[in-house]
Nanobody, 124 residues
């Protein structure tokens, strides 16, 4: 089992920045890909991006358009989501997730473990 705990959410004004963290524990050796998703009120989960646990490859959803960056610190078993130029439409609960899959891991069903989520609210 892998446990994931997100932190760093909060309230920010439009144009501001936030950095979310996701700390992994447990059987982290089984992790291949770490992803971020978000869910706005009344909407489905939306893929934000992923990073390979043992590499530097990242991949982002179309809406990111260079505003978000995912990074990791394996010494801390932590993945980060740096969000810049935030917009009110970025308001959502942000979840990190761990997958044992490799490749284009953008579908929610490909992720095996999920954090509890952290709220991000962007005011206009």
């Amino acid at each position: 089992q892998v446990q994931l705990v997100e932190s760093g959410g909060g309230l920010v004004q439009a144009g501001g920045s936030l950095r979310l963290s996701c700390a992994a524990s447990g059987r982290t050796s089984s992790i291949v890909t770490m992803g971020w998703f978000r869910q706005a009120p009344g909407k489905e989960h939306e893929f934000v991006g992923y990073i390979y646990w043992r590499g530097t490859t990242t991949y982002y959803g179309d809406f990111v358009k260079g505003r978000f960056t995912i990074s990791r610190d394996n010494s801390k078993s932590t993945v980060y989501l740096q969000m810049n130029s935030l917009k009110p439409e970025d308001t959502a609960i942000y979840y990190c997730a761990a997958s044992r899959s490799f490749g284009l891991v953008t579908a929610r069903k490909l992720y095996d473990y999920w954090g509890q989520g952290t709220q991000v609210t962007v005011s206009s």
